[in-house]
């Protein structure tokens, strides 16, 4: 069981979305305690950093995973056209 961290500025970022969107962000997010690599993540680049992303409707949560210490840590929550930028 990994246990989930958050950066500072994920409560702004949770703020802004819809609270209906927000729930079901947060119960996948807290699935990933279980499982941090689900099927649907995605590994992002550069390969040296153990960066993933899972979408969740319109919205994407890009976290790490530090094996060595057994934390997930949740980096950032945007909109989809927003995250990358």
């Known amino acids: 069981m990994y246990p989930i961290k ?3 500025d994920i409560v702004k970022e949770l703020k802004q979305i819809p ?3 927000q729930a079901v962000i947060l119960k ?3 699935l990933l305690a279980e499982n941090p690599r689900p099927v649907q993540a995605i590994k992002l680049q550069p390969k040296s950093e153990e ?6 409707g319109n919205y994407r949560v890009v ?3 530090l094996d060595k210490c057994l934390i997930v840590t949740i980096i ?4 989809r056209k927003q995250i990358y930028k």
């Not at 960066?51 to 969740?56: A, G, K, S």
């Not at 950032?76 to 909109?79: K, L, T």
């Open 19 to 21: 609270k209906q969107q």
């Open 76 to 79: 950032q929550i945007d909109h």
């Open 63 to 65: 976290y790490q995973i």
């Open 6 to 8: 958050y950066t500072f």
């Open 28 to 30: 996948k997010v807290t």
């Open 51 to 56: 960066l993933y992303r899972i979408r969740i």
